[in-house]
C-alpha cells in the first residue's frame, strides 16, 4: 500500500505549491499522515503531520507559519499549502502514513510507512 504525492514544479522564491498526497487502497482519515522531504545529498527530514482526527498537526520549525498540512476526507485528500517558499526549500517531496504526529513528537522519517513516490519541488532565487 502506497501514498501517491503530487503537485510539485518550478517556482521562485516567495510563490506559492500545494501539494496532494492520495491513495486508492486505505481511508486517510483513519491514519495519521505525514509530509516529506529529501534534498540532494541530505537525509531524508520531516516537513509537518497531521493526526487521524485533523485535529492535531505539527510542523517542522523551518516551514513554520508558512506551510500548511489539512486533511480532505470527502476526497481522501492530504494536502500541504506551501508559501513564502524559499531555495532551500527544494526537494523532492513525499507523504508516509501512521506515524506518531502532535505537538510533544518529531516528525520522524522512521515512524511512517507506506512511502510512494515523490514530487519534485524546485525553488529558483
Known amino acids: 500500500v502506497q501514498l501517491q504525492a503530487s503537485g510539485g514544479g518550478l517556482v521562485q522564491a516567495g510563490g506559492s505549491l500545494r501539494l496532494s498526497c492520495v491513495t486508492s487502497?486505505?481511508?486517510?482519515?483513519?491514519?495519521?499522515i505525514g509530509w516529506f522531504r529529501q534534498a540532494p545529498g541530505k537525509e531524508r527530514e520531516g516537513v509537518a503531520c497531521?493526526?487521524?482526527?485533523?485535529?492535531?498537526?505539527g510542523y517542522a520549525d523551518s516551514v513554520k507559519g508558512r506551510f500548511t498540512i489539512s486533511k480532505d476526507n470527502a476526497k481522501n485528500t492530504v494536502y500541504l499549502q506551501m508559501n513564502s517558499l524559499k531555495p532551500e526549500d527544494t526537494a523532492v517531496y513525499y507523504c508516509?502514513?501512521?506515524?506518531?504526529?502532535?505537538?510533544?513528537?518529531?516528525?520522524?522519517?522512521?515512524?511512517?510507512?507506506?512511502w510512494g513516490q515523490g514530487t519534485q519541488v524546485t525553488v529558483s532565487s
Open positions: 487502497r486505505f481511508t486517510l482519515r483513519l491514519y495519521a
Open positions: 508516509a502514513a501512521n506515524g506518531p504526529c502532535g505537538a510533544k513528537y518529531n516528525i520522524d522519517p522512521s515512524d511512517f510507512g507506506s
Open positions: 497531521i493526526s487521524s482526527s485533523g485535529g492535531s498537526t
